[in-house]
């Protein structure tokens, strides 16, 4: 045990020594009285006073049980500093009834929620509103409790021997709860919160011994403050400081694993018994109440609007609830579509990179033998002395050399894609360049460009090379498109969206068949001799060695699509941080 809290130990036997002994020491009365409403009125201050540091200290549910602790016990401060008040300033006895007995009535409430909750178990990212609802309606459950059983024969017609029965009753039901409460938490736990809910049950045990020999001694005359029955007294109150004390240990330890299976929160349990027992607590006002008809009357209203009451929380919690889990449903969905998107990409690296070495070496073994052919074939060309069927039949050999040779470039493109040197670019000059470039070659007038951006954009770190052949790749697709329409429109637009540049080339052709395969190596719709299916991949290679995403579908309105999302340039970041990024 670490030495502050032997030191407190120590202070506290030898108060309680010199509490018991004093009287002896000091015999006039008014010395007693005094004692015996200052000290504990002492001793509550500090655990007070301790356990709003420890709430202060702490966060999450572990700050929401200090919290409930600093309230429970800034409670049965307030009642002891009333008698207090009453007999060390005032010098008079505590009036019967006495105001502060609802307060102090109350104040195992709190307690009995921080219970409850067990924050040692507790999901912070649940938030902290439900449970604090759960004690919310534990507490006017309880307040409910009182108006039913006591209020009206303490105020409506002052029956003192009644009420003061009943009110002793309930105050130890209260503490028996809280017992059961403490002593089921103290067994599902290990670690030193399994400490701090043994002192709590400890100090609660000898508090409802205290409390029950005061108010029979009380009943029967005999008490009287500073006596023997103070001293259990006092001793629980320093049991609960004790527990002050020994909870900044448990702030300084890591959450422990719990050494038995969770077995749920106590407050949802207790919230049913609390609804369930108000219409039984109205029946039994209205029909079993051998009160007066005027004081059943009261109950049975008190018990109804117990049950609206209630009945409004509970709405409330489930309506919370259920925008929570709407909440975690659409979080659940975007993670899921996001480990789609992860998957895709992963699966589409994988592609890349297998066919990458094969299709070098084939490409490499192709360029040879077909220089060859290509040669020959433009020599019996451009000879004369083949008939015209010769010709035509070299000619033909040429020209599939020729495509075949293209091919072969764009499988060595394919496969020789190489980090190039990035440097702060800004797109849309590249983008218009793209454009140009393709509406050069065009002849079906019936096909339009636009380029929009929405001023300023922010620069990426790209290789302009790599990027302008991405943006051609696109750009040619849609013009294909668009010319298998007879015309149409290819729009690109650039927009800042929170860390990033999203370019969007958007047409009105035909759509798209198969939007999930576009970029899949030699996966094409093109007629022979038109595409090789490599191109979009290349692309989908660019794209990724610059960080991005890139990504297809079909509009709605129709036609396809194209969505490029580029990590945005931080204005200030260096260089080399970036390329690192």
């Known amino acids: 045990m670490p030495a502050r809290p032997i030191t407190s130990f120590a202070c506290g036997v030898a108060l309680v020594l010199a509490f018991a002994l004093a009287p002896s020491i000091f015999p006039s009365p008014f010395f007693r009285t ?46 002891q500093a009333g008698w207090a008040w009453f007999e060390v300033v005032l010098r008079k006895p505590v009036p019967d009834p006495f105001e502060g007995d609802v307060v102090l009535f109350l104040h195992f409430v709190p ?21 604090t609802l759960n004690v919310v309606i534990l507490l006017v459950w309880w307040m409910i409790v009182y108006a039913f059983a006591v209020f009206p024969d303490e105020y409506l017609t002052t029956n003192v ?21 403490s002593g089921w938490s103290f067994l599902t736990s290990s670690g030193p919160w399994r400490t701090l809910y043994r002192n709590i049950l400890l100090a609660t045990v000898v508090y409802a011994f205290s409390a029950e020999t005061i108010n029979a001694a009380i009943a029967r005359g005999t008490y009287a403050s500073g006596g023997i029955y103070d001293i259990p007294f006092l001793m629980a109150l320093l049991g609960f400081f004790w527990v002050a004390v020994m909870g900044r240990h448990c702030l300084r330890e890591t959450q422990a694993t719990p050494s038995v ?66 909440q975690l449903l659409k979080q659940s969905r975007s993670s899921y579509d996001n480990l789609q998107r992860l998957q895709g990409r992963a699966v589409q690296q ?36 083949l008939s015209r069927e010769q010709l035509a039949t070299a000619q033909k050999i040429g020209q599939q050399a020729r495509r075949t040779r293209d091919l072969v470039n764009d499988l060595l493109s394919f496969s020789q894609q190489t980090p190039g040197e990035k440097v702060p670019l800004e797109l849309k000059p590249l983008l218009q360049r793209a454009v140009q470039m393709e509406g050069f070659k065009l002849d079906n007038r019936d096909i339009s460009f636009s380029v929009e951006s929405a001023d300023p954009l922010p620069r990426v770190l790209g290789n302009s090379n790599q990027l302008l052949q991405a943006f051609l790749q696109i750009v040619e697709n849609a013009v294909d498109a668009l010319q298998e329409a007879d015309g149409g429109r290819l729009q690109v637009s650039l927009r800042h969206e929170a860390n990033e540049v999203v370019i969007e080339f958007a047409d009105t052709g035909p759509g798209l068949r ?56 931080k204005v200030g970041t260096p260089l080399t941080e970036a390329a690192r990024a």
């Open 34 to 79: 005094a004692m015996g409403n200052l000290v504990p009125l002492l001793v509550a201050t500090a655990t007070v006073v301790l356990t709003a540091r420890n709430a202060f200290d702490s966060r999450g549910h572990t700050r929401l049980f200090w919290g409930l602790m600093t309230a429970g016990m800034a409670m049965w401060w307030f009642n």
């Open 111 to 131: 307690i009995m929620a921080a219970v409850a909750i067990r924050p040692q178990r507790a999901d912070d990212r649940e938030g902290l509103l439900p449970s």
């Open 161 to 181: 021997p009644v009420y003061s029965l009943r009110w002793d009753m309930l105050y130890l039901a209260e503490g028996l709860i809280l017992i059961a409460v």
């Open 261 to 326: 299976p969770r077995s749920g929160a106590l407050a949802p349990h207790l919230l049913k018994l609390a609804l369930l027992s108000l219409p039984l607590m109205g029946y039994w006002a209205l029909f079993m109440g051998a009160s007066q008809p005027y004081l059943r009357q009261v109950r049975f209203t008190v018990a109804m609007g117990g049950v609206a009451t209630l009945a409004f929380f509970v709405f409330l919690k489930q309506h919370l609830l259920d925008r929570k889990l709407v």
């Open 350 to 385: 994988a592609k890349l990179a297998s066919l990458g070495e094969l299709v070098a070496m084939a490409a490499s073994e192709l360029e040879y033998p077909l220089s060859t052919i290509l040669g020959s074939s433009e020599r019996l060309a451009a000879s004369s002395n």
């Open 514 to 569: 198969d939007p999930e395969r576009v970029f899949d190596p030699f996966y094409t719709t093109k007629p022979v001799g038109k595409g090789t299916g490599l191109g979009l991949s290349a692309t989908y290679g660019v794209i990724q060695d610059h960080k991005g995403q890139i990504t297809c579908y079909n509009r709605p309105e129709g036609g396809a699509a194209f969505e490029i999302r580029l990590p945005a340039l």
